[in-house]
């Protein structure tokens, strides 16, 4: 069956999708930037002053608890969009995730209403994580199963553009603050407004994802009646192969995004000599240069191929990581941007690819599914764990350059799941079992 054979799609709906697919991201990854920029202020808000080690610990604590729940709205939202729909989930998501976040904007003090304001803040963030493993499958698959097949590669990258606007905007967020309000006002009521400006935000991404219609392909899974009664069942018994070459590109992607634009800001001020403003200048015209890049080598990817640029960034990795991290520490501001710069771009060719990729080999039936749970379930393990390893391990070690060899070594996991990959461009998003009577199909068709 051509993919859009039945569908054809305006230039108008196109865009509308695209933004729909976007602004999620962009939300999730705000909220999850200006909680950990505003941490130090959210210890003092919520949790008892006499010890301020211990009111910080507590915070990344429970920053830590919504990443841990993360793999739980996967498996919740990604078989849920199998069965009932990418719009509808992406709805759901959306505004989970903007009641949460008005929801930490709004909590009193510890101050004010005692041991209730950490629980409520608990919840809160309970939420956020809920709905965050909801978000990232949602989205590619709504944005790959909008997205015109010649240029699927381009519309998917728009997905990270969104993550990489929120990361921008949060810095940009406590910029302004910080640079007009004291620091008495900012911990009195000025780290609100982040997030009660997240929540409108959220609701404007709800309004639009409300007026779009599902993806093409979903609506021929509908007509032809072969919507998965056990989409999760069927993901880990036929689809075994896929979801592990997934994990493997997404230990990749964690891995080098929170290392690239979280764990350095750390790095360089504690191993570098760099200044913390240096550290978070550095970092902002990182993502800046990956936002340009991540949807030109989306295009890329359009006309060479997913897997030689997936093949390339693991190699790359593998290659550059480690006489980066010597260009690094020559110190200076010049050598760090060098080299920050240089691990941003092979951070933004995987960003712009491997979304399109792996939503590409997941048959229609299970591909939000897929897509969630392979996503979420290294994202708990990998990315969240960043910090904590590297400094576990330079401190044990002593060598300085470990940071180098982790990027080594998920560039060497990454380059192995991409060699067994089947390159995927051009190809229909609905596979045989999609548009073909299943066992289950012809069951509903005799019971009826």
Known sequence: MSERAAVSIEPSVLKRSIVAGAIGVL?????????????????????????????????????????????????VFGPLGDRIGRRKTLSIVILTMAGATLLVGV???????????PILLVIARLLQGLAAGGEFGSAATFLAEYSPRKHRGFGVSWLEVG????????????????????????????????FLLAAPLGVIGFYIRQKIEDTPEFRTLEETDNLPDAPL???????????????GIEIMMHVTFYV???????????????????????????SIVALVLVPLFGALSDRVGRKPLLIGSGVALVVASYPLFLIMQAGGMAAVLVSQIGLGVILALILGTHAVAMAEIFPTRVRQGGLSIG????????????????????????????????????????????????ETVGSSLLADEDVSETSETVEKKTAG
């Not at 994202?379 to 180098?404: H, W």
């Open 233 to 247: 069942k069927e993901l880990f018994t036929r689809n075994r192969r896929p979801l592990t070459q997934m994990c």
């Open 163 to 194: 993550s990489l606007l929120g990361f921008l905007a949060a810095s940009l967020a406590v910029f302004v603050l910080t640079a007009t309000l004291s620091e008495e006002d900012v911990t009195a009521w000025g780290w609100r407004i982040p």
């Open 27 to 75: 939300v999730h990854w705000f909220d999850w930037a200006i909680y950990a920029y505003l941490a130090t202020t959210i210890a003092e808000v919520f949790f008892p002053a006499q010890d301020s080690t211990a009111s910080l610990l507590s915070v990344f604590a429970v920053f830590a608890v919504s990443f841990a729940i993360r793999p739980l709205g996967a498996v």
């Open 375 to 422: 996503y979420n379930f290294t994202a708990a393990l990998f990315a969240g764990t960043v910090p904590y390893v590297l400094t576990y391990l330079i401190a044990e070690t002593g060598v300085s350059l470990m940071p180098a060899f982790y990027l080594m070594l998920v560039g060497a996991v990454g380059l192995a799941a991409a060699v067994t990959l089947k």
């Open 260 to 286: 690239v634009l979280v764990y350095l800001v750390t790095y360089q001020t504690q191993h570098i000599g760099l200044s913390e403003g240096g550290a978070a200048l550095a970092s902002t015209i990182t």
């Open 107 to 117: 909590v009193p003090s510890y101050e004010s209403i005692g041991i209730l304001a």
